[in-house]
């Protein structure tokens, strides 16, 4: 009778087990904001994020209505001075901070990756009413570099497969009419890092940077006002997060077109999608560094396999470890702030699909949670991880 009950005993611990370590990581995540707090929080950035960041502002607010995010989609130059000069409680940036900003930033600066998305090249073609106008790294950094300065040129036209987009290149076409940015970018860094990659010619010439010597064409402000030229402006062709491209109508009404990109394998031409743009990561996420580490070598450009879409990038999270150093925040506030950057790397990624971005996998949650349970206030950190 004794073993019997002793083996019942037993039983219902094991079948306990479970349910208490579930219930220990259920409350593993920072304490949400309460009832009565009132705070409303400010950032600025990064166009290539605001789509998603904006949804976020609106799903949270909803969640903890006395919690709102004022986020100025400025470019991550912009965000990033912002964030030096501590104006703003967190900047968005796609360009991982570089060595001469590092040294200007707060001590301890922590790098958060908020999401994934994808770069496409856009154009504005008269009588090619569909995506899929195939292009090389190589061809794009030569139209970019001015070599290639007409659509009817035969490195492009050899590329494609299309009778139609093929048919209609070999029109009495114009000038390309090339777009970028006109503002310190992100989305630049990323565009120009990957032509560094792919074309010596480009990288010996004009290199990788937020802000670059374009040796033609016209700038646009943000993601927003290169779509904005390149749908409007016929012949045209410029640089957009995909969210951009996809969300945007040229003025005879149809969505805006982009191109396939070859992939590193040079076996394929890639659509962005979430899926090819994921592939893109899969090799970069173990060597990742910690979020107060060195991100400025960081890329997922050009990333080998046949399904990996080239023109990739992280958008970051710039975040000060040592909130008391910035103006009107209190203890409470810090909390708060950091249960805001918990939702949006863990249950926020929910709404990254839909807008066209990748949800963080796993180990890049891990690696965030870990760097947010960094944040302090007067020395005292907010929350552990667990």
Known sequence: MTKKIFLGLTLMLILLVPTTVLSVRADSAPPAPGDSDKYNFNAGGSTFAFPIVDQWRVEYNKLYPGITLNYQSIGSGAGIKLF?????EFAGTDAPLQTSEIAKAPKGTLTIPESMGAIVVTYNLPGVQKNGLLLTGNVI??????????????QIVKLQTDPTIAKALQNDRNKIILVHRSDGSGTTFAFTGYLSQVS?????????????????GMGGSGN??????VKKVPESLGYVELAYAKTNKLASGIPMTYAYVQNHDK???????????AAAAVGAI??????????????INDAPGPKSYPIVTFTYLLVNPNLEQLKGMDKQKAHDLVHMLYWFVTDGQKYSTKLLYVPLPSEVQELDKKGISEI????QQLWTYP
Do not use: E
Request: without cysteine; glycine residues 8%.
């Open 84 to 88: 030096t000069a501590k104006k703003v």
């Open 141 to 154: 950094a030569k139209i970019y570099l001015g070599q290639i300065s007409k659509w009817n040129d035969p």
């Open 200 to 216: 010596s010619d480009w990288k010996g010439k004009v290199g990788q940077s937020t802000s670059v010597p374009w040796p033609s």
């Open 224 to 229: 927003a006002g290169v779509a904005a030229i």
């Open 267 to 277: 076996t394929a031409f890639l659509d962005a999608t979430v899926d090819t743009t």
């Open 286 to 299: 173990s060597s990742l560094p910690a979020a107060d580490g060195v991100w400025s070598k960081v890329s």
């Open 376 to 379: 302090k206030f007067n020395g």
